[in-house]
């Protein structure tokens, strides 16, 4: 066929309007190099990060002070000590996440929220577990949740808490105190 014997002495095949097609080698362009407004682009993308960067690891984004919320059973310095949060730590680079997992951690706390405030803060929300019944064993008291869960000790000659509010949002009744009368051993 003709097409088989363009393909073996090499010749272009030809089309049907009798033109042959010419194989042609592609065309590479030159560069047009380094003009004006590249440079002039290049050198705003390098300010740009070289700003970001001096803004991110600046002492201006520095944790100054950490407010606790919510927090009646939790001492405040307690959460401040666990969050471990240095004052002037770069409040732009630091993960939240470990902060709350380790307030969340603290046997009181059911849930807790971090988040950063500028300048120079971070609020921690604490919503804490409610005691249900003060356990009383010798001289040692202990507050149990509703999980059955001991989430504070308390000392001896402390007045039980107040219980969950009502539904109505009334103040709750004082906690229950249960004493364990048996013998140790």
Not at 17 to 43: C, K, M
Not at 66 to 86: I, Y
Not at 152 to 168: C, H, K, R, V
Request: proline letters at 9%; charged letters at 20%; a positive charge.
């Amino acid at each position: 066929t003709p097409g088989d014997r363009a393909a073996m002495t090499g010749r272009p095949r030809a089309r049907r309007d009798g033109h042959a097609r010419r194989r042609t080698r592609p065309l590479w362009r030159r560069s047009a190099g380094l003009t004006p407004s590249r440079a002039g682009g290049l050198l705003l993308m390098l300010a740009a990060g070289l700003a970001i960067y001096g803004l991110a690891s600046s002492p201006v984004f520095g944790l100054e002070r950490l407010r606790v919320e919510g927090a009646v059973l939790t001492d405040a310095a307690t959460v401040r000590n666990v969050a471990g949060v240095a004052p002037g730590t770069n409040l732009m680079t630091l993960e939240t996440s470990a902060v709350t997992t380790a307030v969340e951690g603290l046997p009181t706390v059911r849930h807790a929220e971090v988040s950063v405030g500028l300048p120079g803060t971070i609020d921690v929300r604490v919503e804490e577990r409610s005691p249900i019944l003060v356990w009383t064993v010798g001289d040692r008291r202990f507050l149990v949740d509703v999980e059955g869960l001991i989430i504070d000790e308390q000392p001896s000659g402390t007045p039980a808490p107040d219980g969950p509010a009502g539904a109505d949002g009334s103040p709750g009744a004082s906690t229950p105190v249960i004493v364990d009368a048996r013998p140790a051993g």
